[in-house]
Every structure is written in C-alpha cells, then in structure tokens.
C-alpha cells in the first residue's frame, strides 16, 4: 500500500467529509487540520487582501483575495501530489512528512504577502521587509507553530525554508520546491486561470490544467518536475497564457499607471510611514493609513485619484519597448527606483525649461521593468518512446521564443505618464525622445 495516498487530505479528495467551494465550481476538501490552520488570524489576514490589488483598476471584477488564491493552490498541491505518489522515483525520496510538509508550505505560501506587496518590493526600499521574511514571523507565530507540530509533526521553521530557501541554488528541498515556484508549479497553474477568470478576460484559461497535471513526471536525476511528451502541448500553451496576462492585464498600460501613481506616492511618503504595521495590515487599513499619513503633502491628489471618490488616472504620454526603441529602452529598463524618480525630475525641468509648461514634479512619472526580472520558463521534456530528456524550448519555437530570449523583454514597456490635466500640451512620443536625453544628460553633469 503506497504510504503517500494515505495522507488523510489525499484521501479527502475522493470522498471528502468538509469542503469549500470557489471559483470557478472547484471543491477544496478541507480536513479538521486543514480547518484550524485556514481559520488562523493570519490566514484569515488573506481574505482581505486583493490577490491583483490595482489590476481591478481597469478590470473591475479582479478584486478576488489571497485567500481564495491560496485555496487553490493547496488543491493543485494535492493533485499534484496524487498524481506524483505513483511514480517509484518520487516515492524514493518523498516521504510522508516531506508530502505533508509540502501540502502546508502550497497552503500558506502567500500568508506573508501584504498589500499591494510586489509592486512595492519592485522599488527595493532600503530597510523594508519582503514578504518572505513576513511569512517567517506569521508562520513561527504561536497559533501557526504549535498547530504544526501537534496537527502535522513539522516545524514551522522547515515551512519557511521551503518557501524561501536561504541557498536558492542548493535547496534543501530541491523537488518539492519546483513543485511551488518552477516552470509548472502549483502557484502559477492557479494564478493565471483565477485571474484570467476575474478579469474575464480567456487568455489564463487557454491550456489544459488535467492534461498537464496527467503528464507530470520528474527529470533524470529526480530533483525538479518534468513533463512527458503527451504534456508537451499543455506546456506551451501555459507558456503562452503566461506571457499573455502579462501583456495584456498584469502589465496593461492603465494598470501600470496606477501602479506608477501608487508607487511614487509610497515612495514619498516612506519616511512618514509605519512600514512595519502596514506590512501586518489588510487592504482597508493599508490604504487608510497611507491616505492620513498624505494630507497636506504634495502627493495627497495623487492618492485621492486612486482611492477617493472620484478616479483620476494618469495618461499614457509615451511608450517604449525593445522592439521599437532598443536603445532607450535598455538605457531605462532595469534602473533602480530613485534613479527613475531623479528622471522623472530632471524631465519635468527639461519641459518646463522648454515648452514654457508649468509641470510640477509630481504629474510626471516614469514606469520602467524593475530591476528584478520574472522567473525565465523552460522544462525538460520525457519521450518514453526514446526514453530520452529534451528541454522544452528545443521542441517549442514558442517557448524558444518566451523562455530563451528575456520574457520581460518582450511583455514589458518603458512607459512616460502624466496628469491628464497636462496631457495635451506636450509632443506625441517621438518628439518626447530628445526632451528624454536632454534629461538623462542633465543627470550625468548634475
């Protein structure tokens, strides 16, 4: 009898005693173990916060939680797992606890995530907490560690390391973390299609989740997930449907301007801030917090356009990427974040200096990819006909295409935006181009 479909939560899949049902007509069998450790404080946390935060500025309907988002994920982890429990590889080296200690790590892989977490990380503030070093402090909490150890015999610290390994390149659970952050793992199966399917926009949902589960195999030398030959079509569609919600919602032009308008004003305002009770706070009170600490301060409008009564969004004023204007692009893409702010600066001094404008320094912001790049997609593909091992991006021009070559490159823009108040009195995009290198210059004599 194999040990690792006897875990009662793989059990609870074919006849479950409990369960919650999410979107979309998905039942999530929930034991008593389960149970205790969703209805934590800090999980609980999760079900007010927005899993896409200002994405539901233009797609209204993406306003579905961390919570709901980490339900799916804990199901995918035990799909995977069902399917993985009968391979005599995986079974070698994935013991019972390593399997429940895996179920658990996919369950509260996202308790550390605070509001609006990635967009604020992406400026690398000096001094604040990513939202790994947030998941240690909920996860080793009193409630969460002694639920652990006496529901699941693990350590609360073996958690934390799963979920952020300290040496990324030799992990101490090398397969079990492909399984929740690698090419096809747990996380992003459910990501693209439940924000695909709140946005209600088809690109997420556009691959085959049971085939890819069905075709889950590992590599040769069983340290990482792998697909076989019949999964092979699954795959390149999810490559797709990946680079898809990145261009056309993650990073959608009116999105990427909130994202601007917000992270400038965060930015500002970071010396007025208790950073470390906004990283415990939930959307409400992250929000409230930040519009008092603005009255009176010069981006107060700005934050009021995102949150007050009445929405006022910057304009897109120009647009490029390393397609169409390579050299720009890589001259801007990749900078750090006061580094953009210093442009934006010197730009306004440029327009106002010669188009006779009266900009201020808080109606122009420049939106560039961070300096952080998104994890690269590729994954080794089995023939059981040769029995022989190809990496996805040789059989796939697709993923050659969207793996190989930077992805964030290709989904990713340089964008210029401005108050709509100004948007009007200033070029189109390719006259804005030398007003750009008359600032970058200005930035190099200053």
């Known amino acids: 009898m194999n040990p690792l479909l006897q875990i009662p939560e793989l059990q609870s899949l074919q006849s479950p005693s409990a369960m ?13 173990r389960v149970f205790r450790l969703i209805d934590s404080a800090p999980f609980r946390r999760l079900s007010r916060i927005s899993q896409l935060g200002l ?5 209204p309907g993406a306003t579905h939680t961390r919570f709901e988002h980490s339900l799916g994920v804990y199901r995918n982890a035990l799909l995977y797992l069902q399917r993985l429990a009968t391979i005599p590889a995986f079974q070698q080296q994935v013991s019972v606890n390593d399997a429940q200690l895996f179920l658990v790590s996919a369950l509260f892989h996202d308790v550390g995530h605070f509001p609006f977490c990635h967009l604020i990380e992406d400026m690398q503030i000096p001094g604040m907490q990513r939202h790994e070093a947030m998941a240690s402090i909920f996860l080793e909490s009193e409630s969460i560690a002694m639920r652990l150890k006496e529901d699941w015999g693990i350590q609360a610290r073996d ?14 659970y090398p397969l079990l973390s492909s399984l929740l952050s690698g ?14 399917l709140h946005a209600g926009v088809p690109y997420g949902r556009n691959f085959d989740r049971n085939r890819l589960i069905s075709q889950l195999c590992l590599t040769p030398d069983g340290r990482s997930l792998a697909i076989t030959e019949k999964g092979r079509t ?25 994202t601007a308008m917000l992270q400038h004003a965060f930015y500002r305002l970071r ?37 007050g009564n009445k929405r006022v969004i910057y304009k897109r004023l120009a647009e490029y990427s ?14 750090p974040y006061p580094w953009l702010l210093e442009l934006g600066t010197a730009f306004v001094e440029v327009c106002n200096r010669e188009l006779g404008v009266a900009l201020g320094p808080d109606e122009v912001l420049f939106d560039a990819p961070p300096t952080e790049r998104e994890i690269e997609f590729d994954l080794d593909v089995y023939d059981p006909k040769t029995q ?59």
């Open 159 to 172: 958690v934390c390391e799963l979920l952020s390994p300290r040496d990324k390149q030799q992990p101490r």
């Open 183 to 196: 090419p096809v793992d747990v996380d992003k199966l459910d990501y693209l299609d439940r924000d695909s």
């Open 55 to 59: 994405v539901a500025t233009v797609y």
């Open 322 to 335: 390393i397609l169409d204007c390579p050299e720009l692009y890589a001259r801007l893409a990749r900078r």
């Open 234 to 258: 699954a795959a390149e569609m999810m490559v797709f449907a990946r680079y898809v919600m990145f261009s056309e919602v993650y990073w959608h032009h009116t999105v990427r301007a909130a």
């Open 20 to 32: 919650v049902r999410i979107p979309q007509e998905i039942d999530v069998p929930i034991t008593d």
């Open 388 to 446: 022989q091992y190809r990496r996805l991006g040789e059989r796939s021009p697709v993923v050659r295409t969207l793996a190989r070559e930077q992805f964030d490159d290709h989904v990713k823009r340089v964008r210029i935006y401005i108050h709509p108040s100004w948007r009007a009195h200033l070029p189109e995009r390719e006259a804005l181009i030398p007003f750009v290198e008359r600032a970058l210059q200005s930035m190099k004599t200053n």
């Open 271 to 307: 010396g007025n801030l208790d950073l470390a009770t906004l990283l415990r706070a939930d959307d409400a009170a992250w929000v409230q917090a930040v519009l008092r600490t603005a009255q009176g301060q010069p981006v107060e409008p700005i934050l009021q356009g995102l949150f």
